[in-house]
């Protein structure tokens, strides 16, 4: 059911720094940040030739990764991102296998505008993935 990995996501503490050691450390292609007000999140995109790294920032009072960030002060990855040809399908088939849908089940316009769902780390080995139709 899943393709492509879309993207992987890393919280950091600084975007700056996190960013610098990715354009200049590992020699990647970093975009400037972008404030998405919409998702509590500041990111920074990471091109790689087959995959890209989402660094994420929190924005705002309510970001839905300030408290990853208290437990992780140093950062770590966040979550993972497969893509699928239908959303609502890969839903309805993960809910059949018995995996939680978080929210309230319904996908919503992701951080590229695409419908996305994030699926309970305890049913995919400690991670949290998201699935993003594509
Ligand atoms: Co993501």
Redesign the pocket.
């Known amino acids: 059911m899943i393709g492509k990995l879309n993207?992987v996501?890393i919280v950091v503490p600084d975007l700056e720094q996190a960013s610098a050691v990715y354009r200049d450390t590992l020699g990647a292609t970093v975009s400037n940040p972008q404030d998405l007000p919409d998702h509590g999140v500041t990111t920074v995109f990471v091109e790689l030739p087959n995959t890209k790294i989402?660094l994420l920032h929190p924005l705002g009072e309510n970001s839905p990764i300030a408290k990853f960030l208290e437990k992780n002060t140093s950062g770590g990855m966040h979550?993972v991102?497969y893509e699928v040809e239908d959303i609502i399908a890969a839903r309805d088939h993960l809910k059949a296998q018995g995996a939680r849908v978080l929210g309230n089940g319904e996908p919503r316009t992701?951080?590229h505008g695409k419908p996305?769902l994030f699926l309970h780390p305890k049913d995919f080995c400690g991670t949290l993935v998201?699935i993003e139709e594509v």
Do not use: L, N, T
């Open positions: 993207h996501a989402e979550h991102c992701g951080a996305v998201e």
